[in-house]
C-alpha cells in the first residue's frame, strides 16, 4: 500500500515539474518577445551593416533576434545593382563585433514581392518567408519559400499555372517540398493561405463563364467529328477580345483571341460553343459560311476546319491536304460556284479538300 501511494505521489511529482518546465520556457519566451523590440538594431543601420558586408544594391534589411540566442541577425534582400533583375535574399549572423552570412538563396525571377520575417510556428526562432513568381501568356509559376533557421531547410509551397491547355486543369498543379516536416507544413499552408495562395477555383459545368471547359469534357481535343452541344442563356460570356465575327440569317458565329468559336441564335437568345481549341493559341478566324456550314482556319497552325449545325448537334471536319498538298496556315477564305480560294494562291474544287479522319 505504501509502495503504491508513494508511487502515485512520484507520478504527481514528475507530472509537476513537467508542467513547470513548461510554464517556466513560456513565460522565458514571452519575456524574450517583450525585449526583442527594444533590442533590435535600427533598419536603417540593418541595410549599412549588410552593404559593408554584402555590397552591391540592398533592397531591404530586417533585423531580428532568435529565442536563445545572443546573437542578432539580419535578413537581407541584395542584387548586384540597383538596375540588376535578380534578386537573391541572405541571413548575416552577429560574430563578435561584426557579422557574417549564414545563408543564400538561389536567384529570383521577380524583383518584386513579399519578403518578410516571420515566427510561423510561435517558437521564437524565426523563418524568413519570400514569394517568387514568373508568368507569361501561357502560364506560370508562384512559389511561397520559408527558411527555417532552426531546421536549417529551405521549405517551398509552390502553384503552377498552365492556361494553354484550355482541356487540362483549371487549377493549378501544387507541389510541397519537403514534405517529411507534417505539423511544421501544416503552419505554413496557413500562412501561403494568409498571402492568397492554395486557394480552390471550383467549376460549375452549367454555368456559362465555364462553358469551355464543358465543351472539352464532352468533346476532348477532336477537331473531327459529331460535337455535343450545350446551350446557355444569352450571349456567350468571353474576356478576350473577338478576331472575327459574322451573322448568318438567325445565327451570330463570334470567334474569340484566345478562345472558343461561339454560336449565338438570335431568336431564342442563347449560345453554346462550336470549336474550343485544346491549345489557346489555335483560336478560329477568318470565318466564312458557305452550303450550310461554318468554315474558318486556325491560328498558328496548319489545315481548315469546318462546323455543320443542327438544333441536337454539331458536327466537325478537319481539312489538312489541298490537290494532294498539306495545307498552310488559312489567312483567307473565299467561295464561289463548288470552288474555293484559301489565302488568294490556293484554288480549286471542294472535292479536292482531303479530310482528317477521326
Known amino acids: 500500500m505504501i509502495e503504491f501511494i508513494l508511487k502515485i505521489l512520484a507520478d504527481c511529482r514528475d507530472k509537476l515539474w513537467d508542467f513547470a518546465k513548461q510554464y517556466y520556457q513560456k513565460l522565458r519566451l514571452w519575456n524574450f518577445k517583450r ?10 543601420t540593418a541595410r549599412n551593416i549588410a552593404q559593408s558586408i554584402l555590397a552591391g544594391h540592398i533592397v531591404a534589411a530586417i533585423p531580428y533576434h532568435n529565442f536563445n540566442s545572443k546573437h542578432t541577425f539580419i535578413a537581407v534582400r541584395r542584387r548586384d545593382s540597383l538596375d540588376a533583375y535578380r534578386d537573391r535574399i541572405h541571413v548575416l549572423e552577429s560574430v563578435g563585433n561584426t557579422f557574417r552570412p549564414i545563408w543564400t538563396s538561389e536567384i529570383l525571377f521577380n524583383k518584386e514581392g513579399l519578403f518578410e520575417v516571420i515566427d510561423c510556428d510561435e517558437d521564437g526562432i524565426k523563418e524568413i518567408a519570400f514569394i517568387d513568381e514568373s ?28 492556361w494553354a491547355d484550355t482541356a487540362g486543369p483549371a487549377s493549378p498543379y501544387i507541389e510541397i517540398l519537403p514534405d517529411t516536416d507534417q505539423e511544421f ?14 486557394e480552390i477555383k471550383a467549376i460549375d459545368l452549367d454555368k456559362p463563364e465555364f462553358a ?6 464532352e468533346n476532348g481535343t477532336k477537331r473531327t467529328g459529331p460535337v455535343k452541344l450545350h446551350y446557355y442563356e444569352g450571349k456567350p460570356i468571353c474576356g478576350a477580345s473577338i ?6 440569317g438567325d445565327m451570330i458565329w463570334t470567334a474569340y483571341f484566345k ?27 477568318c470565318l466564312v459560311y458557305y452550303q450550310d456550314k461554318l468554315w474558318f482556319g486556325i491560328h498558328v497552325d496548319i489545315g481548315l476546319l469546318s462546323f455543320k449545325f443542327d438544333q441536337y448537334q454539331g458536327y466537325l471536319e478537319y481539312y489538312t ?9 488559312i489567312e483567307k477564305i473565299l467561295f464561289y460556284d463548288d470552288v474555293i480560294v484559301l489565302n488568294d494562291q490556293l484554288k480549286g474544287s471542294i472535292s479536292k479538300l482531303k479530310k482528317q479522319m477521326e
Open 185 to 198: 507544413m501544416e503552419v505554413l499552408e496557413d500562412y501561403a493561405v494568409k498571402k492568397g495562395m492554395l
Open 243 to 248: 478576331t472575327a465575327e459574322i451573322e448568318v
Open 135 to 162: 508568368f507569361g501568356t501561357g502560364g506560370g509559376s508562384r512559389t511561397l519559400f520559408v527558411y527555417s533557421f532552426k531546421r536549417n531547410q529551405l521549405y517551398q509551397i509552390s502553384e503552377s499555372y498552365h
Open 35 to 44: 525585449k526583442e523590440k527594444r533590442q533590435s538594431l535600427k533598419s536603417s
Open 259 to 285: 478562345g472558343p468559336l461561339y454560336g449565338y441564335i438570335i431568336s431564342q437568345n442563347k449560345h453554346f460553343i462550336a470549336y474550343s481549341p485544346a491549345w489557346f493559341y489555335n483560336w478560329a478566324k
Open 321 to 329: 491536304h489541298f490537290n494532294n498538298n498539306e495545307l498552310p496556315w
Open 212 to 217: 469551355s471547359q464543358r465543351w472539352h469534357s
